[in-house]
């Protein structure tokens, strides 16, 4: 999918061939040789848009930290956190990428060399600790922390690259707490080792009252994020009240579950074939 096309002949062949198979929805599809993270890349990167967004969310989440606080009934975590937590202090469990630290040099770097992700690409980017604030986010946790509450970052970045995402956050002033491991990588022990980051919530439940989550993806929120477009669609209904509440989401439009739940969430698709099935997923006015 973020592969670009590398010649024009491929582009035409590609097209036949999808035009071939499908003939009535292959036009826009044909049409479309940029790279799908051009306009998403350039909005999160430099728009007072996102960065309008970004600050009212998190001016949200801190508005809405002494309700939190204050209700000793209230956590954001019901899958984990069941019952018996009302004595426990309360947390903040936030994601670390494209929540608190912005990482749109990287996704600018795979528009401009034809690149799609890669793990290859993503450890030399995040061992540059280059990545930036997402802003509102240090303010937010400031102010968190003032109050008490104990600040948790829970990533998909894996273990080896703990050093320097913490030498990244320290460095834009991220307080981060070092009297507990506060800094949750995946495959950080045998237990962590899913995408799915229930199991560290509840790590973090037993301790803690979580009074909110913080992520720019279904899953820093519930593990059934990698469900169809439906199951995800009625999980977020189930949830409704939490939004905006307990669940706070920055908008990410460069990648993320949302994407992937239009083809199966199955990276080992051909390109052309996410592609058109993201294509086949659009609801679309008939025309004039
Ligand atoms: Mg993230």
């Known amino acids: 999918m973020r592969q670009a096309i590398g010649t024009l002949g491929l582009t035409l062949v590609v097209a036949a061939v999808i035009q071939a198979a499908v003939p009535a929805r292959a036009v826009a599809f044909e049409a479309q040789t940029e790279s799908e993270l051009l306009n998403s890349t350039l909005w999160t990167q430099s728009s007072v848009e996102f960065k309008g967004n970004s600050l ?4 949200l989440a801190g508005l809405m930290l002494d309700q939190a606080l204050a209700d000793k009934t209230w956590t954001a975590a019901p899958d984990e956190q069941a019952s018996g937590f009302e004595g426990k202090p309360p947390a903040v469990i936030l994601d670390v990428d494209e929540t608190v630290l912005d990482n749109s040099a990287y996704q600018a770097w795979l528009v401009k060399t034809g690149k799609s992700f890669s793990s290859k690409t993503w450890g030399p ?3 540059a600790e280059i990545s930036g604030p997402v802003p509102g986010s240090l303010q937010f946790i400031e102010d968190a922390v003032g109050k008490g509450v104990k600040v948790f970052y829970v990533t998909n970045r894996k273990a080896p690259l703990e050093d ?12 981060i707490d070092d009297s507990e491991d506060t ?3 995946r495959g950080e022990i045998e237990a962590w080792k899913s995408s799915k980051k229930g199991v560290r ?3 973090i439940a037993q301790n803690y009252r979580i009074a909110m ?4 993806n279904f899953g820093d929120f519930v593990d059934g994020y990698k469900g169809s477009p439906a199951e995800r ?7 409704l009240d939490m939004w905006g509440t307990r669940w706070f989401v920055i908008a990410n439009p460069m990648y993320g579950s949302w994407e992937s739940a239009h083809f199966g969430h199955d ?3 051909p390109s052309e074939q996410r592609r058109q099935m993201k294509h086949d997923a659009m609801e679309t006015w008939a025309g004039p």
Not at 56 to 59: G, Q, S, T, V
Not at 233 to 239: D, Y
């Open 164 to 175: 320097a995402t913490r030498n990244n956050l320290k460095a834009l002033g991220y307080p």
């Open 233 to 239: 669609q009625a999980i977020m209904t189930k949830h």
């Open 125 to 127: 980017f995040v061992r």
């Open 56 to 59: 009212a969310i998190y001016k």
């Open 201 to 203: 919530r509840a790590h």
């Open 183 to 185: 800094v949750l990588m």
């Open 267 to 269: 990276w080992k698709l």
């Open 213 to 216: 989550l913080i992520g720019d």
